[in-house]
């Protein structure tokens, strides 16, 4: 059974850093690209980073460029987003989930993020 | 890529036909998902590549493209399927969401 468990979220002052972890099981990790999608209160779905299997590859959307990093351990199955600089509008529940070539078919259970001072 | 999703929001009954658009900016082929999302929970993948079931899903849910224009028709809603549900394409990077289309009980 495929699982993916994040963790990491809280409460961060304007300016501050934190790093989300999603941990995966039930599936051979590095064969995968991952991703992490969020959701402020009360809103739509916003797609923030991506990253390939292999880790060599990244992608960001431009509202996180240059403050937020994705990486991966495909040793430890676990996927990271490193969020720095982070504003009031980064308030969101993130979640992981699993890429295939025509979707994402599996999802975490997400952790909030909540930026106020 | 943009997609344009309407309506944002839709009133039914239980046993209704409903039809949900994605309208995308430029052309996608066929990479396009569609997502169930209930309130507190993470979406949950309902089609992709446009028109495919995903297994387990209930066959009352059906996807359609024509061109740039993509459609998620439920057959006969059922108590369950109340929910915003979401399209997301994935030709390119930055992939995106439609703006959702929240589907209330009339």
């Known amino acids: 059974e495929v699982q993916l468990l994040e963790s990491g979220g809280g409460l961060v002052q304007p300016g501050g850093s934190l790093r989300l972890s999603c941990v995966a099981s039930g599936f051979t990790f590095s064969n995968y690209a991952m991703s992490w999608v969020r959701q402020a209160p009360g809103k739509g779905l916003e797609w923030v980073s991506a990253?390939?299997?292999?880790?060599?590859?990244?992608y960001y959307a431009d509202s996180v460029k240059g403050r937020f990093t994705i990486s991966r351990d495909n040793s430890q199955n676990t996927l990271y987003l490193q969020m720095n600089s982070l504003r009031a509008e980064d308030t969101a529940v993130y979640y992981c989930?699993?890429?295939?070539?025509?979707?994402?078919?599996?999802w975490g259970q997400g952790t909030l993020v909540t930026v106020s001072s | 890529i943009q997609l344009t999703q309407s309506p944002s929001s839709l009133s039914a009954s239980v046993g209704d036909r409903v039809t949900i658009t994605c309208r995308a900016s430029q052309g996608i082929s066929s990479y396009l998902a569609w997502y169930q999302q209930k309130p507190g929970k993470a979406p949950k993948l309902l089609i992709y590549a446009a028109s495919t079931l995903q297994s387990g899903v209930p066959s009352r849910f059906s996807g359609s493209r024509s061109g740039t224009d993509f459609t998620l028709t439920i057959s006969s809603l059922q108590p369950e399927d109340f929910a915003t549900y979401y399209c997301?394409?994935?030709?390119?990077?930055?992939?995106?969401f439609g703006q959702g289309t929240k589907l209330e009980i009339k």
């Open positions: 997301q394409h994935l030709n390119s990077y930055p992939f995106s």
């Open positions: 990253i390939s299997g292999s880790g060599g590859t990244t």
């Open positions: 989930a699993k890429e295939v070539p025509t979707s994402f078919d599996y």
